[in-house]
């Protein structure tokens, strides 16, 4: 009886100081949660440069549900797969607005995803950064993607093309076509490598390296 007054007084003295926890048994914090397995149906979509609005055909998603429960405990972490839910199909139709400043050899390539219920669609690859949203339009889920910012992309690595060469008196004559020449506000710079055969080795080796401009 002692002991039980005892072990009393010590957790009221410890509620009394504010340190109950570090005095009671700490019980092993619980949570549980579904996980979405679903797999996904994906669509990917290429625009080019347009001065109009562009939409594509409409095409179809299908996803089946599927979910995980999992649960932390006193064994761990435990999952279990639930029995698979409905197929979830989905009409879709991507629409796309004129961009600023896209140069002719550019593209925006876009993701469109379906997991279970969930309808996304993201941009993979492209000339600017862009806003999408979606509607219902009756029985298609139609997609806006406008465009925000420009950002940065690769040019085109067949926009310069080697036409001939010339040697004379010693000089050697290079002469290159520019496909987009007429779309660049600033200088065009051709890499120029020469390299030496060396028919007992695998690798050449690389005589000189120069770097022409023209504004």
Not at 3 to 16: E, P, T, V
Not at 53 to 82: D, M, N, P, V, W
Not at 145 to 160: E, F, L
Not at 176 to 187: I, L, N, P, Q, T
Request: with cysteine.
């Amino acid at each position: 009886m002692f002991f039980k007054l005892l072990k009393y007084s010590l957790i009221a003295a410890g509620i009394a100081c504010g340190n109950f926890i570090s005095l009671a048994a700490k019980k092993p914090a619980e949570s549980s949660w579904y996980k979405n397995i679903s797999i996904p149906d994906r669509r990917v979509l290429v625009f080019y440069p347009s001065d109009k609005i562009e939409q594509s055909r409409a095409f179809t998603l299908e996803s089946r549900e599927e979910f995980e429960y999992c649960q932390t405990g006193k064994k761990g972490l435990t999952c279990r797969q639930l029995s698979p839910g409905e197929m979830i199909k989905r009409k879709i139709r991507f629409q796309v607005y004129p961009a600023a400043d896209i140069f002719p050899w550019e593209y925006n390539k876009f993701e469109i995803s379906l997991k279970g219920r969930y309808l996304s669609a993201r941009l993979l690859e492209g000339s600017h950064e862009w806003s999408i949203t979606k509607v219902i339009a009756g029985d298609t889920v139609l997609f806006h993607a406008r465009a925000v910012r420009k950002i940065k992309m690769d040019p085109d690595r067949n926009g310069i093309n080697f036409e001939t060469a010339k040697y004379k008196s010693g000089i050697l004559n290079l002469f290159f076509s520019d496909k987009w020449s007429r779309h660049y506000k600033g200088k065009t710079e051709i890499r120029f490598a020469l390299f030496k055969n060396r028919f007992f080795i695998l690798r050449d080796e690389k005589v000189g390296e120069w770097i022409f401009e023209r504004s």
